[in-house]
């Protein structure tokens, strides 16, 4: 939340590339569109989970950059109406946020990011009002 806070304040936007995950690379990690929120909000606004995610994304002022090979995801991807509530998007703010990828990059074999420090600093997506 400090993070994406900083970046609005200096005019940097966020690019989310990928933001639903990669099944192949994730595997069963892949929790966005299974989470039971999601799939609630997606019922309620007519939208795919996958349409919810990028929704919530754009919302947040995210450009999103979804990856696909297959030809229907891409579509479906592309040909939705922006159509969260606040109230969607406020209750899907309040949902934990975890990284899916964390190299270890890092000298020693250590992960890129420390992922303690987040999740003690920041265990929820703060939501931007407009």
């Known amino acids: 939340a400090?993070?994406?806070?900083?970046?609005?304040?200096?005019?940097?936007v966020l690019v989310a590339y990928s933001p639903l995950g990669n099944p192949a690379l994730y595997g069963d990690r892949l929790e966005g569109m299974q989470n039971p929120v999601v799939e609630e909000v997606a019922r309620e606004s007519g939208l795919t989970p996958a349409q919810v995610m990028l929704n919530y994304l754009i919302a947040l002022g995210d450009v999103v950059i979804p990856k696909s090979v297959t030809p229907s995801r891409i579509s479906s991807n592309m040909n939705f109406s922006l159509s969260l509530t606040d109230e969607h998007i406020?209750?899907?703010?309040?949902?934990?946020?975890?990284?899916?990828?964390?190299?270890?990059?890092?000298?020693?074999?250590?992960?890129?990011f420390d992922d303690s420090t987040v999740?003690?600093?920041?265990?929820?997506?703060?939501?931007r009002s407009n």
């Open 90 to 112: 406020a209750r899907l703010g309040r949902e934990p946020q975890k990284r899916m990828s964390n190299p270890r990059n890092r000298p020693g074999g250590q992960p890129v």
């Open 2 to 12: 400090r993070l994406r806070e900083a970046m609005r304040q200096r005019g940097i």
């Open 119 to 127: 999740a003690a600093e920041a265990p929820r997506m703060a939501v």
